[in-house]
């Protein structure tokens, strides 16, 4: 029989977005349809219809024979009761599959053929390996720009979409600051917001977790206030503010993206189309009009030479234009980490130091996070062009960016920030010299290794910045940590290669 | 923490040749490690160590926060007891990723590299995202025949080998027989083999089971004996009766072959590159010294056109000369199915009339088995050019190849044959007209909706070939189903589209 009744059970496993049905070995469907660990089937229940990949399972405690089981988001996503009774089919291919195996034969896809592979994406209609040759077909035969443009589109078509025109927005605009990653501590969305919602832009900030990286935007603001917030929540809190600093991952606005990328990040994969279509599909579908996008360019930036930076903003600019989005692209140095802090605690007290000007405040997220709020503000009709970065200096030195912060974590639900981890452990120069090289990426790793973000006091603070001079044994930078294990993780990882090239030649008498 | 110690629990989940880990959320490790859904893991107990993905599981029934559960191909290879200690630490990624990454960036790959890639394949040290990337990205940017050589002595170093010198074998000669498949009903093996048993040859064949089709050689043979063989086994009859018709699935000859199929499999992705290697390292791991290949070409068949023949001929005799296989590569018809039954009993019905010279026997199935097992008898040195064909016909009329089989069929152990199953239907045809077209792939998947190969007795049974005049009403084939709902099933997909194409202007009158 090639369908048959069932009853549903809830299988508490986490299968990250990819919908998995369990069946007993002994089911008798497995037997005669002749399914197998992998068949492709679709779940139908209450006129609902489901695909997901099959796990055969052997262990009646797991599903009996004659109940079907459903991982967490398989159940959520058919969304009837435990016990419902259910049919289950070989699953048709997705409609969309000669598309994709039309570009893994690297030919180009038109608009319909991308927006039908994107719904099905939605859908949950794509197991994890369509899902992976969809990521690698697209990073080798480079989607050209009219691909992510359709692919981009597509992304928006299949979410949510919000609308913050009838919000307290008397100059129409809604304004975004983004950056594309890959530098830590680069937390400048958490000054830029305060000074543009001071200016009075509304900037319905949503940023992300932590995926690789030891801290998220969001993982830091939550060290000072509530971030999950649902979406009626957040207009209010910006209705009253212009300004939030939210978590975006429960608004639901690009799901195809979300689901890509729980793909593309254990491949590394971070091709020029899908990082366009990611972000700004985000963007639109948060109700952006005006986006101002940070390139960091460095040897161990996401981006690592200039043409190949120049690249990527004309590919921006040319999706933003034709989707309406106003975009001003800006190339900055991501040669080494901004600010001192890695890891939220840190990073938080970082951002806090240059709102309150308190003298230890790091400079250099300082003037990142005033040159890019002036490009924002600078979206503003009423400013001269280069003007902006005077008044998102005055803003900031008259503490009204400040007191704009202390509204939007007020509004937002205030939390107490925990002190930086107890253990801590400082990493010396092994040689005296002149620091020429800072390894973003093994920082980062570093970083992670001694609980962050998980741990929000964990992390590393920065003692020495590329050019400066050092003693050998002069502290680089002290790691923190909350368990000893990870402190003697990130002490090993960071005694083997510490992340700094210290050049001799160019250094001083020890 | 970083590590920590948990107790092994088996997970009755078959996960299909990828390792995954289960884990409590509210498991100390898992919280403090950040470890989450689809991180990579290494799972270490008593000295030993495998890779594994990690799904995170509400449920304690499943496994409770201080177990670490394992899925079944997870708990067979790190082989300790169930409540051993075991630790759990985020992997490395495997030392071949940054090859793969390479192939994904469209670079060649060396020998070393091919060698690292297909070792961590075989150690299951890849994500089924990660074989879904090389798979992808080996056919995009085809492998060169150099890589293709030497990705196929990878997966033969990484494997079994046979050895059958010691046999039975006076002349020194292992030859065997092989079609790269995608043509129903074409079960040629199951002649060649006794035909060239019978001269004397030694012909240990080991095939398939169906993945996507009807019926594998496998499977059609399990209707006559048992094919699921210990090794130690295979050899005695071999020794015995010089040849035997073995399932391979349990010899561990290709191991990581095995792997990228399964991947492969839903992509549905048969890159040149790929199929050469597959088979190639599974014949040579095997044993074979001499290989006859069978290429069908056809509209419907794997390889459609005489140019992309040529082209997959020379990259196989290539790869074959170079690892020492001396290989006869025979293009064939592939327009149509071979012989008149689709589905094990059927095919097998069609074999042994075929063997006992019975009028009824499908004369196509019988001259193109008497072609190969020619070129095969032609590897035997005191054979003329041209004389292997003759030999071949000589042994089958004179009924020894009908010993050879039975006394096969007696070593492995002889099984009976059920009947065609019971619930038939027959696809008439909706015209008059000459037949001029059959559709492989469509008439492939009627037959597997009828039941087969599951259900040994179901599939179908063709009454009209290529050419053939039919008047409208006159039956096409019949359809045999052991299951009401999957003669419905199949019925239906006939009814949509019967694959036959019938065009009546070169028609009979009706």
Request: one cysteine or more; aromatic letters at 4%.
């Amino acid at each position: 029989m090639t369908s048959a009744t069932l009853a549903i059970r809830r299988i508490g496993i986490d299968t990250w977005r990819e919908n998995v049905a369990f069946l007993h070995r002994d089911c008798p469907v497995v037997r005669a349809a002749g399914f197998q660990a992998l068949s492709k089937v679709t779940v139908q229940a209450n006129g609902r219809s489901i695909a997901a990949v099959l796990n055969v399972v052997d262990d009646a405690r797991i599903v009996e024979p004659c109940e079907l089981g459903l991982s967490e988001d398989a159940f959520a996503r058919l969304a009837v009761a435990e016990g419902h009774a259910a049919r289950i089919e070989h699953a048709e291919p997705p409609a969309s599959i000669t598309a994709l195996q039309r570009k893994i034969a690297g030919e180009h896809l038109g608009r319909n053929e991308l927006h039908a592979v994107v719904r099905d994406i939605a859908a949950a209609r794509y197991t994890k390996i369509e899902l992976a040759a969809f990521i690698v077909a697209t990073q080798q035969y480079e989607l050209d720009r009219d691909e992510v443009l359709h692919l981009t589109e597509a992304m928006i078509a299949v979410g949510q979409r919000l609308d913050w025109q009838s919000e307290n927005n008397h100059r129409g605009l809604v304004v975004d600051k983004h950056c594309i990653g890959g530098i830590p501590g680069n937390r400048t969305s958490m000054l830029v917001v305060p000074i543009v919602a001071a200016h009075g832009l509304l900037c319905p900030k949503t940023s992300s977790r932590a995926i690789t990286s030891p801290a998220g935007t969001a993982d830091t603001m939550e060290v000072l206030a509530e971030v999950e917030l649902p979406l009626a929540r957040l207009q209010q809190i910006v209705r009253a503010t212009h300004g939030c600093l939210a978590w975006g991952g429960a608004a639901d606005l690009s799901p195809a993206d979300d689901i890509l990328i729980s793909v593309e990040r254990p491949l590394a994969i971070d091709s020029p189309g899908q990082m366009v279509a990611s972000i700004l599909s985000k963007k639109i579908a948060a109700g952006s009009t005006h986006l101002v996008l940070d390139i960091p360019v460095g040897p161990t930036a996401k981006v690592r030479s200039e043409p190949a930076a120049q690249r990527l903003k004309r590919l921006f600019e040319y999706v933003a234009e034709r989707l309406g989005l106003q975009l001003d692209v800006v190339l900055t140095d991501g040669r080494q980490p901004i600010g001192r802090g890695i890891g939220p605690v840190l990073e938080a007290r970082d951002v806090m130091q240059v709102l309150r000007g308190e003298a230890a405040a790091p400079q250099d997220l300082r003037e990142k996070a005033l040159l890019l709020a002036g490009r924002v503000i600078e979206f503003d009709p009423a400013v001269r062009g280069g003007g902006g970065e005077r008044i998102a200096r005055e803003i900031l030195d008259s503490g009204r960016a400040l007191a704009s912060m202390e509204a939007i974590i007020d509004a937002q639900g205030r939390r107490m920030p925990p002190p930086p981890a107890s253990r801590a452990f400082d990493v010396l120069a092994p040689q005296a010299g002149r620091v020429t090289g800072i390894d973003n990426l093994r920082l980062a790793r570093i970083a992670r290794l001694t609980g962050a973000p998980q741990v929000p006091g964990a992390g590393l603070d920065l003692f020495v910045r590329l050019d400066d001079a050092v003693q050998a044994g002069q502290p680089l930078y002290r790691l923190h940590a909350q368990f000893e294990a990870d402190l003697d993780f990130a002490r090993r990882m960071a005694g083997h290669d510490n992340a700094f090239r210290i050049d001799a030649a160019n250094g001083v008498a020890a």
